[in-house]
Nanobody
Framework: QVQLVESGGGLAQPGGSLRLSCAAS???????MGWYRQPPGKQRELVAR???????TNADSVKGRFIISRDNAQNTVHLQMNRLKPEDTAVYYC????????WGQGTQVTVSS
């Protein structure tokens, strides 16, 4: 059973930065890793994902502000969030796919002055 363990998150001011990290406890490569988020009262949505080959996909709402990266040897994925906005407030979930979906427990990100 693969577990995804998130770290980072918390409170930031508008215009600030936060970094999320996620480590997968797997002995094999996770083909796709990424981040989804669920704002209050809304559905879960894709933020960014990246393949083991390094191909990244970002939601339009975060393009130019968030950067996703991964370390294949460590099975870790990171999300550098810059120029944060109040609408980025959400629970952020780490995601992994290796022939099935894997999800982390979620970490709260709050952007507020």
């Amino acid at each position: 059973q693969v577990q995804l363990v998130e770290s980072g998150g918390g409170l930031a001011q508008p215009g600030g930065s936060l970094r999320l990290s996620c480590a997968a406890s797997a002995s094999f490569s996770i083909a796709v890793m990424g981040w989804y988020r669920q704002p209050p009262g809304k559905q879960r949505e894709l933020v960014a994902r990246i393949t083991a080959g390094g191909t990244a996909t970002n939601a339009d709402s975060v393009k130019g502000r968030f950067i996703i990266s991964r370390d294949n040897a460590q099975n870790t994925v990171h999300l550098q969030m810059n120029r944060l906005k109040p609408e980025d407030t959400a629970v952020y979930y780490c995601y992994g796919w290796a022939y099935q979906d894997y999800w982390g427990q979620g970490t709260q990100v709050t952007v507020s002055s």
